[in-house]
């Protein structure tokens, strides 16, 4: 070898030992957002802020379990029908007079009581006075464990699954970490109402009922009875449909 093949030589770099990997290490893909602006649009048309519900709703399920397919599309459907699509937080009490006793029962609001309340043709209800007539009394406490003469309206349904009576309030602020007497306007939020509907299902058993497909015991779970059952199954089918696309 050549004087100038021997310096060459010296001067080139030594050939590295070290593995270079054929493949890039995979990295997870983040998960998807268990509902988004986009689901929410389709499933609820007449939804102001469906941006805004999405980002209450998505972590709130996370939280309590509601990540399955068939638990995640039977609680919107679920708290669609109870909130009208998430637009009303605050339950209405605007009966008309003939409409009270068929909905709360005559042990709740007698015919005399009903004629005297719900609106009639130029006259309001009384929706104060109906709230605390159907849900106070014995079957008030007994129920929903209202012990003042005014707890049938101040804790009236609000929220995504329309949590009603003073114990129902008393419970959900504890679990969501707010004072009771600032729960009722948390509710009416799209992040308080989220929160507070999911922590009802969850501690209520709905996650298992969902498991199980029978909606109807779902439903009887959150209504105590199967009022607006086609709506709410017409709600069921849709959210799979849109959360499977």
């Known amino acids: 070898m050549s004087w100038l093949s021997r310096l060459l030589a010296a001067l080139r770099p030594a050939p590295t030992t070290a593995a270079v990997p054929a493949v890039l290490p995979a990295v997870a893909p983040a998960p998807l957002p268990l509902v988004t602006a986009a689901q ?10 469906p941006g805004a519900w999405a980002a ?3 972590p709130a399920m996370a939280r309590y379990g509601i990540t399955t397919p068939a638990r995640r599309a039977a609680f919107l459907a679920q708290i669609g ?3 009208a699509g998430l637009t009303r937080l605050v339950e209405s009490l605007d009966y008309a ?20 309340l719900g609106r009639k043709p130029g006259r309001p209800a009384q929706q104060q006075a109906i709230a605390n007539q159907v849900y106070g ?3 008030g406490l007994q129920q929903l464990g209202n012990v003042e003469l005014n707890d049938g309206w101040r804790y009236r349904g609000r929220g995504a699954l329309q949590i009603t009576g003073r114990a ?23 992040t308080g109402a989220a929160e507070a509907a999911a922590w009802w299902w969850a501690n209520h058993g ?3 009922l969902a498991d199980t497909g029978d909606f109807s015991a779902l439903t009887r779970r959150i209504n105590g009875g199967l009022t607006g059952l086609a709506e709410r199954v017409a709600l069921l089918n849709q959210a799979r449909v849109t959360l499977a696309a």
């Open 137 to 139: 009394g014995a079957w």
């Open 206 to 208: 709905c996650n298992a």
């Open 40 to 49: 929410l649009r389709q499933l609820f048309p007449r939804l102001a802020d």
């Open 56 to 58: 209450a709703l998505a």
């Open 97 to 116: 007079a003939e409409r009270l006793v068929p909905v709360f029962g005559a042990h709740r609001i007698t015919a005399t009581q009903a004629a005297a």
């Open 168 to 190: 129902n309030y008393t419970r959900c602020a504890a679990a969501l970490g707010v004072p009771l007497e600032t729960l009722p306007a948390c509710l009416e939020t799209p």
């Open 81 to 83: 029908h109870e909130s």
